[in-house]
């Protein structure tokens, strides 16, 4: 089980790319009176840059599941995630490749229109800083600078991946509802029962409603802090 493990990291795993379904390897005025003083410039962040710290609290069919990222870890991680909670990405999307003793993924929207836009945005990497260890949350990749939408939570410590380059950015702060998540299918098509990315890029839910009924979905996400 472990070796089938170890072999989702080696292919296109973790990625929102139909070919690659094995893993591979984010001023103010001066004064104008003597009393008043001049003010430090303002300094914003940029459009999509997420704060240092922040949760995100998923709404799922099995529970709530909080997420504590810290950008400091890997800032382009975070700051992807928190623009795709913000625009709303993971309504209604499913853990499709929940893998016991390794790691559980989603990310892949049920629109396939979504999935075609976000695939062109891919961020570049980021160093890694935290190890995967249990409760984790990674982006998933299928090489250097191809992040998209998917990520995954490291349901043990799978600290082996850090040489591999995928950087986590968040941490889950209890694990309960992650564990209760559906297993029955395992990894993906072809090396398991589970769904085919493929398939799920280009038909959406409708594909895994029909032929993965028992799958569990995100129903919502949002910021919390």
């Not at 303002?42 to 709404?59: F, G, H, I, M, S």
């Not at 299928?142 to 998209?148: C, E, H, M, W």
């Not at 995954?152 to 702060?173: C, E, Q, T, W, Y």
Request: net charge negative.
């Amino acid at each position: 089980m472990r070796t089938a493990a170890l072999m989702i990291i080696a292919g296109a795993f973790l990625v929102g790319c139909p070919k690659e379904d094995a893993p591979t390897k984010s001023q103010a005025e001066p004064a104008a009176a003597q009393e008043q003083k001049e003010e430090a410039p303002e300094v914003k962040p940029e459009p999509n840059q997420a704060p240092a710290k922040y949760k995100v609290e998923l709404d799922t069919t099995k529970g709530p599941i909080v997420i504590e990222v810290h950008r400091d870890w890997a800032p382009n991680g975070a700051d992807r995630f928190y623009e795709l909670v913000k625009s709303g990405y993971y309504t209604d999307v499913a853990f499709f490749r929940v893998i016991n003793g390794f790691m559980v993924q989603f990310g892949i929207s049920g629109d396939p229109a979504l999935n075609s836009a976000w695939r062109a945005k891919p961020i570049t990497d980021d160093s890694v800083k935290a190890s995967n260890s249990r409760g984790t949350v990674t982006f998933a990749m299928a090489g250097p600078n191809t992040r998209t939408t998917q990520v995954f939570i490291n349901f043990v410590d799978n600290s082996r991946l850090d040489g591999m380059g995928f950087a986590p950015f968040g941490k889950v702060s209890d694990m309960t509802t992650v564990d209760s998540l559906y297993d029955g299918y395992g990894d993906g098509a072809p090396r398991g029962r589970g769904p085919a990315q493929g398939r799920m890029q280009g038909e959406g839910n409708s594909y895994l409603r029909e032929s993965f009924p028992t799958l569990d979905y995100t129903k919502s996400a949002k910021i919390s802090e």
